[in-house]
């Protein structure tokens, strides 16, 4: 008898649901078998979203997924492979920077090839019973779940939920968020039925440093999330957006996407003086200020408003749960953020992840790379140096300002040269707007 497949989607922080859910992902999978979103909340703002899609929930929050501890030997491993990174030439990195960097005489000692395989072999076994959830393994059996699909494969919730799954006899489907996955923490602990990754580069690098993948299983299809940015056409025409935000249609347009404020607390400082730099330049150009999700008070931001006529801040569409600590994007935030990003002539960020998102859009980034007291300020250019980031400098549509003047120089240069190459993305991103249709497909065949 063929036995009837039953997925869990598994959101656990809420920013899953860009791949997961907005991406059509669920949906899709949805239209050949049951499918139940688990969370960990009882959230009105992921309760809508899953009423627009039709898609049905289960809360697991009193299994305390979130709340499970690392061992001390996983801690001691983490160390180990750290050291190998280093010895392999490849810098770690944390979104903090709060790692060793240079390589250490040490790390021959705890990163060799001995010690390494040895460690990871006991933290392998010590995570099978470490992780594993009996009341998690009790509501699979209950609900009859066959497959697992989610996002991250470090995280402890979402090892305990892996790990569980892999030992009832289920089929575990990761995907890979993005290229800081890798150098943040590139160790994938258990053995998923398939891995999607954005492209054939990080493919490669997650099968060299996780000889336990099985290669077949390890695809490099894109990302769900950035299906829709290829060949993006708008929504809503530019009009809707100068009349709702009163900006000029005449003007060059500089989108500023703001960081989260537990990376860079005094952005707004930065940009204070970029504007006034401009000014003084006569710059004529509308910049539109966009709220960081994660930054729940923008007031900060309200006197540049007051200070500078063509200074707009946009609203923060995503839906925050206080209660909860819980965001979500919404449809409405994503088709504003995604038409403006089409509308604007350059966008203007602290290093992250949200270049790749221009650069498939196919506008120039321009990138802050000094502090609003010192050019050379170590908590941005972490950023900037970072591993995975680094190697966008080697394009003609990314630039660097390392001072406040050169914004000024960088602002000019991309206005005078509209028209540039249009240069492969293909290291970065798999360059295709079917990863969502090829890895359900991919799953539903598994």
Known sequence: MVQIRKFGVYISEGIEANNLLLSGLANMLQ?????????????????????????????????????????????????????????????????????????????????????YYLFRLLTFNKNESHYFNTGLADFIRKNNLTDIVMQSYSSRDCMSMAITAKKLGCKVWIFNWGWKDFYGNEFIPFIP????????KLKSLYLQFNSHLI???????????????????????????????GFSLDKPIVLYTLVNPKVYADEDQIIDKVIESMRLDGLGVTVLLKPNPMDNDCTRFHRLRDKYSDVIILDNLWLYDKRHNFNLITLEARTEWLDLLYYCDMTMNIPSTVTLESLIINKPVINIGFGYKKEHDAKILVFANAPYYSNLFNRNDVFLAKNFDEVNVLINKVLDKPNRDIMDLGDFITVSNKATMNAVRTILEG
């Open 31 to 115: 239209a050949s078998t049951e499918v139940i979103v688990l969370v960990n909340y009882d959230s009105h703002v992921m309760d809508n979203l899953l009423n627009k899609l039709n898609i049905p929930k289960k809360n697991i929050a009193s299994l305390e997924l979130q709340k499970q501890t690392r061992s001390r030997l996983e801690n001691f491993f983490f160390s180990v492979r750290r050291a190998r990174l280093r010895i392999k030439g490849i810098t770690p990195f944390l979104w903090l920077g709060n790692t060793v960097q240079n390589k250490r005489a040490k790390d021959y000692l705890i990163g060799n090839y001995f010690f």
């Open 193 to 200: 039925n398939g891995f999607f990754t954005l492209s054939a």
């Open 215 to 245: 290669s077949a299983n390890v695809y490099d299809f894109g990302s769900p999330g950035y299906d829709s940015l290829f060949n993006y056409k708008p929504r809503y025409e530019k009009t809707f957006y100068s009349q709702k935000y």
